[in-house]
């Protein structure tokens, strides 16, 4: 795509996806790439600009990720955050130490407002520092444009160069002004004129479906999630009756969820393309038998839906691409882009087996963040409940369970969530918690009921609030609402005596179980 952009250099820190969710938010597309990544590719994409990221390491370590000179050289501006604004000093001649103090969390900033950086931004604005090193000397050619009581230089710049450098975390919402000062940065500093903007990119997305496809025969992953349904309406307006969409039913679905995407994608639902659902759940439950290794279970779950699609493609004819609703983040946590470490292999990306039997695969969100995704779902007409629909995992119930999947604990798994969905909703609480589930611990325990011992599941309840997915809170469900998903849980769903509610924030926690 022929778009100006703004590229973030990644050096492992654990906001890096969150400063081009921001970048993007000020209209402009940004791409996230390995410090690793050569300067001539870098030179080849002409970005507008270049955000250096954080990173946990000292700029002045033997092995640290680093840069060359020569990035600051491309006469392309360039903002380094933290670790990336130490890394900048450091290369260009200006000294980073470990700081006498180290400054964590919200912190007074004093800024010069000045600067282009901080252009409409208070004298005095609260930033999120999280340092141990500092900067103790600027490079020659800067000027400091921002301290705090503890850290001499919060800020530097060399307009000239347009070079700029930022010791707290402008991405994260805990810096008040932070966005700001960002658009500052990719609009003004850059002269990006904001481009990205949802409705060019699903117009430009169908065109590019369009004549990529041709005449071919499409085969589109229907899993009744988001990503997936916005990717097949997309692809559905792109090429119509060209597509056919196989929904799985893997028998990892929530309860009724099955027939809910039936309704929707099916003969009677809005939209015009061919649908097929295949009952697979005895042939999942099959494999799935014994195995309780996470990992080993995802790697299952994406095989096996693999031989259906591609049982089905055989049965539908020649067909030419397979559709699958990738979308940035598990693009970015798999591996592929950025320094992100494989936390998961999300069974989109990574799970794929060699000898797929389709010429090539579209995935048109893979460059999207969640929240775009849903944006791109509303541009293209899609109800609003499918649209705001909570997300779910690729491997479903399979990864909410855990250790061994069987068909009565997917019961178990399936009637405890509708209880708690159905309460969460009753709450009014289901648009602003951000994801919520039951899951089944692998932990049985003793308990009572009536007279009788029972030995049972225990049910954890999971709810969190995020902004990109990569970092959640658990959400505050009043004591009340638990309480009753409890009690209704315990006396609705045969084979459960227990019930917890998870606490973890992620990190050091994920969102699923497994
Ligand atoms: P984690 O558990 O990694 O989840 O903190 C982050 C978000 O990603 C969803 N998730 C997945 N989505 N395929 C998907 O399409 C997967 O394999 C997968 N694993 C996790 C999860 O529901 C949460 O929204």
């Given at each position: 795509m022929d778009q100006e952009k703004v590229i973030v250099i990644d050096f492992?820190?654990?906001?890096n996806q969150l400063v081009a969710r921001r970048v993007r938010e000020c209209n402009v597309y940004c791409e996230i790439y390995s410090y690793r990544t050569p300067i001539e590719q870098i030179r080849g994409m002409k970005p507008k600009g270049i955000i250096l990221t954080g990173g946990?390491?000292?700029?002045?370590?033997?092995d640290s990720p680093t840069c060359s000179r020569e990035l600051f050289e491309l006469g392309i501006p360039v903002l380094g955050l933290c670790y990336g604004a130490q890394l900048m000093m450091h290369v260009l001649g200006g000294k980073v130490e470990k700081a006498p103090v180290r400054e964590y969390g919200k912190i007074e900033v004093s800024v010069d407002t000045s600067s282009m950086l901080f252009?409409?931004?208070?004298q005095k604005t609260i930033c999120w520092m999280s340092h141990n090193?500092?900067?103790s000397q600027i490079a020659p050619g800067f000027s400091i444009v921002a301290h705090t009581a503890d850290c001499p230089v919060a800020a530097a710049q060399n307009p000239d160069r347009q070079l700029y450098a930022i010791?707290?975390?402008?991405?994260?919402?805990?810096?008040?002004?932070g966005t700001k000062m960002l658009y500052n940065f990719v609009r003004?500093?850059?002269?990006?004129?904001?481009?990205?903007?949802m409705d060019s990119f699903v117009e430009q997305s169908i065109c590019e479906i369009r004549e990529k496809v041709g005449g071919g025969k499409v085969l589109c992953a229907l899993s009744g999630g988001v990503d997936s349904s916005v990717a097949a309406v997309m692809l559905a307006k792109a090429i119509g009756s060209q597509l056919t969409c196989v929904f799985v039913d893997?028998?990892?679905?929530?309860?009724?969820e099955g027939d809910e995407v039936e309704e929707v994608f099916?003969?009677?639902?809005p939209y015009e393309l061919n649908f097929v659902r295949v009952n697979a759940q005895e042939r999942f439950y099959g494999k799935l038998a014994g195995v309780s290794e996470p990992e080993q279970k995802r790697k299952i779950i994406g095989e096996e839906f693999i031989r259906v699609f591609e049982e089905e493609a055989k049965k539908i004819g020649a067909v030419d691409f397979l559709v699958q609703g990738t979308i940035y983040p598990d693009v970015v946590e798999s591996g592929?882009?950025?320094?992100?470490?494989?936390?998961?292999?999300?069974h989109n990306v990574?799970?794929?087996?060699?000898?797929?039997?389709?010429?090539e695969i579209i995935e048109?969100?893979?460059?999207?963040?969640k929240d775009e995704v849903r944006k791109a779902g509303l541009e293209l007409g899609i109800p609003e409940k499918l649209v705001f629909r909570q997300p779910f995992p690729g491997p479903g119930l399979g990864i909410r369970i855990i250790g061994e999947v069987t068909a009565d604990k997917v019961r178990i798994v399936q009637d405890a969530d509708a209880i708690y969905r159905e309460e969460i909703a009753n709450a009014g609480l289901d648009r602003s918690i951000g994801q919520y589930f039951a899951a089944l611990t692998n932990m049985r325990s003793v308990g009572v009921m009536g007279d009788e011992r029972t030995y049972d599941y225990a049910v954890a309840l999971r709810a969190v609030n995020t902004i990109d997915f990569m970092t959640a809170e658990a959400a505050e469900i009043p004591f009340e609402v638990l309480q009753k998903v409890m009690s209704r849980i315990i006396n609705?769903?045969?084979?459960?005596?227990r019930v917890m509610y998870d606490l973890t924030s992620k990190p050091p926690g994920t969102i699923e179980f497994e």
């Open positions: 492992g820190g654990q906001y946990p390491n000292s700029c002045y370590g033997e252009a409409d931004v208070q090193d500092y900067i010791q707290f975390h402008p991405e994260v919402l805990h810096t008040q002004e003004n500093v850059c002269g990006c004129t904001g481009t990205w903007r893997h028998g990892l679905l929530r309860k009724n099916g003969p009677n639902g592929l882009g950025g320094e992100s470490a494989v936390i998961k292999s999300h990574g799970g794929l087996p060699d000898y797929v039997d389709f010429k048109p969100l893979r460059n999207l963040f609705e769903v045969r084979g459960v005596n």
